[in-house]
């Protein structure tokens, strides 16, 4: 059975007449006549009634025409489906972030992609340090990742979205609580709660650099992977955290956020395969363009 002949069935019994499903066809009404008899032989059953004046479906012509549309609604659909996908309208698009970014770059880029590529989906996944995103997108893993530089690995291109400073979690009840804001020195004596010295933090090795510019190292009292576990720890009164200043856009029971007044700024970047030549991505990165996600000038600036 060709799928024209479905069509041509259809055509048929939408109109009741050969003459205009002809016309609706494009075709002369003899090839139509004939190429619905043929379906007719090759199902067993009689499709249509036909008289001199009118044309009607019978019960098992009307029973094929409901089947009969649905095979056709899904072709044209899967055909639509493909240009889509073809044209980065439509697919999965597999994105890791580090832990803060989840807290306000997460919620930004979703709603921009649900606005502009609404047939693309997110499959997220978070709390990714920049070197576990790196090898993501090496092994094809993750299509994107929002993540901080430096970055390390061969083949990874990668723009700038953020500059954020970092800022101070403290405990409800820290000796800080009542700050408006804190100098790096105050915290010379504090217990600090840390990502995993393994790990290659990027924001780990700012909190050192800013501690060391104030003449000390961090006292490391806890060691994390993850953002919400630093906070978790914060909310505890076990120490306290410098984070991204994202954070403060997901507040957290039991943990006030400081400004540090000469804390360094860490960036975030979205990084992608530089061979990776499919057209979702390339469709992101114009959606991105257009609406000003990049920050100028820092293009691939560690």
């Known amino acids: 059975m060709e799928l024209r002949h479905l069509r041509y069935f259809v055509a048929v019994a939408e109109t009741r007449h050969f003459g205009k499903a002809a016309e609706r066809l494009h075709m002369a009404q003899?090839?139509?006549?004939?190429a619905i008899r043929r379906l007719e032989t090759e199902l067993g059953v009689e499709l249509f009634t036909r008289t001199t004046?009118?044309?009607?479906?019978t019960g098992a012509g009307e029973v094929f025409r409901i089947d009969a549309e649905r095979v056709l609604a899904a072709v044209d659909e899967a055909v639509a489906r493909v240009a889509r996908f073809a044209s980065g309208a439509e697919g999965v698009l597999r994105i890791g972030l580090t832990g803060s970014a989840s807290y306000r770059q997460l919620p930004a880029l979703a709603r921009l992609m649900k606005r502009e590529m609404p047939q693309v989906m997110l499959e997220v996944?978070?709390?990714?340090l920049t070197p576990a995103q790196e090898v993501g997108l090496i092994e094809r893993r993750l299509d994107i990742g929002v993540l901080r530089p430096p970055v390390r690995q061969e083949g990874i291109e990668h723009?700038?979205?953020?500059t954020e400073p970092l800022v101070l979690a403290v405990p409800e009840q820290h000796w800080l609580a009542e700050a408006d804001t804190v100098r790096v020195e105050q915290l010379r004596h504090e217990d600090f709660v840390l990502y995993g010295a393994g790990l290659g933090s990027v924001v780990n090795d700012a909190v050192v650099r800013t501690c060391l510019a104030a003449g000390f190292y961090p006292h490391r009292a806890y060691e994390v992977t993850e953002t919400s576990a630093a906070l978790a720890l914060v909310a505890a009164g076990l120490g306290i955290a410098m984070l991204p200043d994202s954070i403060r856009s997901a507040p957290r029971e039991g943990v006030l956020c400081k400004e540090i007044e000469d804390a360094l700024s860490v960036r975030l970047d979205l990084?992608?395969?530089r061979d990776d030549t499919s057209p979702l991505l390339r469709n992101l990165l114009g959606v991105l363009e257009r609406n000003h996600v990049f920050l100028e000038g820092l293009e691939g600036v560690a």
């Open 30 to 34: 003899p090839p139509l006549s004939q």
């Open 53 to 57: 004046r009118q044309v009607a479906l």
């Open 125 to 128: 996944h978070t709390e990714m």
């Open 159 to 162: 723009r700038a979205i953020a």
């Open 271 to 273: 990084a992608w395969r």
